[in-house]
């Protein structure tokens, strides 16, 4: 196992943007949360299902060393994917050599509207659908749900985001190495996170019976601003004999009837001095608590 100080000098080499939360950064993130909707119509239609919904997924194209991750990107299907371009809400389609085939500027555009365009460019391009997608549910409160145009002109709240994820997606890409059986980082279109999976324990049919999942998440009944989380997960919960040591950044919610989990919210890393340093902290520190507590369940 992994203690601390081993995964966070692991992360802390990672490359980190200066964070700066405008106060519009809460409706850039819904905004991009609703247009990833638009992003997951091609894995949701346009590939094979897979059991766990990772047909869905997406993820961040770009640099960290360029200015961030400019763009969510859907899984690549036999001839096209879509790309968002975070920063201006363009959403291309693209061949799986990045070759643009169809774009439409989403800033003006309703949901609705979007929605048409992907399933008429990508019928177009790709063919009939291989099933109808299934809306996610529960999507959080913004006036895009109920019809009003998607509006990108506070770049640096848009900005803001990308810097959020990027940073996050250079962390955990380093991370995972020193993980057991850890997914790539992905973002989840339905709550819009962006975090890998650790399986830590297994049974004799190699189900997951103990896993550690490490991210981010936009503003939600947890926490109204955003936020760093290591929540670890358990089958059987065992809370007795558990120690969840206070955390140097960060702090432990409890969660009723499982195990607690470590929450750092994005407002307290926002401007602050040594950003990197403390997130590098409570996810090191967080995930080796969850790791620990793991090894010594019987």
Same mark, same amino acid.
């Given at each position: ?119 008429? =460019? ?10 109808? /997608? %299934? &809306?996610?549910?529960? !999507? #959080? ?104 040591? =206070? ?10 009837? /499982? %195990? &607690?989990?470590?929450? !750092? #919210? ?33």
């Amino acid at each position: 196992m992994s203690d601390a100080a081993t995964l966070k000098a692991a992360i802390s080499k990672t490359d980190w943007q200066s964070l700066s939360l405008p106060g519009g950064y809460i409706d850039a993130w819904r905004q991009l949360h609703f247009a990833a909707q638009i992003v997951s119509e091609v894995g949701k239609s346009w590939s094979q299902p897979q059991p766990d919904d990772s047909h869905t997924n997406l993820g961040w194209f770009g640099s960290i060393n360029e200015g961030g991750f400019e763009s969510i990107i859907s899984k690549t299907m036999p001839s096209f994917k879509a790309r968002l371009h975070a920063r201006t809400l363009q959403l291309d389609l693209q061949t799986d050599d990045s070759t643009v085939i169809a774009t439409l500027d989403l800033a003006g555009q309703s949901l609705a509207d979007g929605m048409r365009w992907i399933e008429t =460019e990508a019928t177009r391009i790709g063919g009939p659908r291989l099933q109808p /997608s %299934v &809306p996610a549910p529960d !999507l #959080p409160h913004h006036p895009i749900a109920n019809g009003t145009t998607f509006d990108s002109k506070d770049q640096a709240a848009f900005d803001a985001i990308a810097r959020l994820y990027a940073n996050t997606d250079a962390m955990l890409q380093t991370l995972r190495q020193a993980l057991p059986k850890a997914s790539a980082p992905r973002t989840w279109p339905h709550h819009f996170d962006h975090a890998l999976l650790s399986v830590v324990k297994a049974d004799d049919s190699a189900a997951m019976t103990a896993t550690i999942g490490i991210g981010i998440t936009p503003p939600d009944n947890l926490n109204d601003a955003g936020y760093w989380y290591v929540s670890p997960w358990q089958k059987h919960p065992a809370t007795d004999g558990l120690n969840w040591d =206070e955390l140097a950044t960060g702090a432990w919610i409890d969660r009723e009837g /499982s %195990v &607690p989990m470590a929450l !750092l #919210p994005v407002t307290d890393v926002s401007g602050a001095d040594e950003q990197h340093e403390a997130v590098s902290q409570f996810i090191a520190q967080a995930t080796a608590i969850c790791l620990r507590n793991f090894k010594e369940e019987s």
